[in-house]
């Protein structure tokens, strides 16, 4: 807690905060970032939020104004708070613009976070880095503002896929009935985030069925590469849920999702799994890593190469 009330102090005593977070920004990383600024301007502090492009429209319930960052300027702020965010790549273009700042603070609650600032309060334990903004936002006032109670809801909803996954806690649970008794509407936010669909994306949907491949009744393999998704004019962004709808099918072992490359000639694969195997193994064994029931990697063969492979790997894992 100590580097906690450090920060807090360096946030008080600043006339300006820059606020950053991780690229493709997420729930979490947006309520955050938000809520932040509700906080700091209700005490006021100068709040400005810099993101590298247009924020995702779902979550525009929580916009009260931010900047595109300029990768070749300078910060004028006091100082640069990073949320959410693990490491200066996860910056993205924004991570020389961070640097700028004469301080550089961190909260987050990635086990991976390479502290990469002059001070960092990372709690692993925590479902979302929402939860420490909550913390946080006692430090300032008893009267949380709206937009940050907004904010903070929908990070620690969004991260723990709405109090289904394990890292929900008896603390995540006791926020959410807070901020609840505090009087946030949380049902407007439930029904922007989880009960709205767009028409491209269901019909999507029913593509993607069509399209799932089964190995020895236990692996799945969706391809969905970009052109896949252009033709339903979608992005990745549109789709977070995609790696969980491929392996949560009845018999599953492990669900595969190949996706466009940054280059040409790679692809990236996402695998998701149900405890039985380690897919930080499998994941390593292909040049990528992660944790045991979601890991990654980039390859650079063709599919009908690489798929075999795996699907042999995976054989092989089951075996041991
Ligand atoms: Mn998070």
């Given at each position: 807690m100590e580097n906690f009330y450090r920060i807090v102090e360096k946030l008080k005593n600043s006339k300006s905060v820059a606020i950053f977070t991780h690229l493709n920004p997420d729930g979490d990383a947006i309520g955050s970032v938000f809520a932040t600024k509700a906080i700091l301007e209700q005490y006021g502090i100068e709040a400005n939020i810099y993101l590298e492009?247009?924020?995702?429209?779902?979550?525009?319930?929580?916009?009260?104004g931010y900047k595109i960052g300029n990768p070749d300027a300078a910060l004028d702020e006091d100082c640069a708070l990073a949320l959410d965010c693990g490491a200066p790549a996860r910056l993205g273009t924004l991570a020389p613009l961070f640097k700028t700042a004469p301080l550089l603070l961190c909260i987050d609650h990635h086990r991976?976070?390479?502290?990469?600032?002059d001070i960092s309060y990372i709690v692993p334990e925590a479902a979302a880095t929402c939860e420490l903004i909550y913390t946080l936002s006692k430090e300032f006032s008893k009267n949380i503002p709206y937009e940050a109670m907004q904010g903070i809801y929908t990070g620690i909803s969004t991260d723990t896929g709405h109090f289904k996954y394990?890292?929900?806690s008896e603390k995540t649970l006791k926020i959410a009935a807070e901020l609840i008794e505090k009087g946030l509407d949380f049902r407007k936010i439930t029904s922007v985030i989880y009960d709205t669909t767009k028409l491209s994306k269901l019909k999507f949907m029913g593509a993607v069925a069509e399209r799932i491949k089964i190995y020895n009744d236990k692996i799945s393999v969706l391809d969905a590469r970009r052109e896949f998704l252009d033709e339903f004019n979608l992005s990745y962004e549109d789709l977070e849920e995609l790696p969980n709808i491929v392996s949560n099918?009845?018999?599953?072992?492990v669900g595969i999702l190949i996706k466009s490359g940054e280059t040409e000639d790679s692809l990236k694969l996402s695998f998701r799994g149900?405890?039985?195997?380690d897919l930080s193994l499998l994941a390593s064994h292909f040049g990528g890593g992660g944790h045991k029931n979601a890991a990654a990697c980039v390859v650079y063969e063709p599919i009908d190469v690489i798929i075999p492979k795996i699907v042999e790997k995976i054989n092989e894992m089951l075996k041991e």
């Open positions: 492009k247009t924020m995702p429209e779902k979550f525009s319930y929580l916009n009260t991976s976070n390479t502290s990469f600032c394990s890292n929900t099918i009845e018999g599953m072992l149900r405890d039985l195997l």
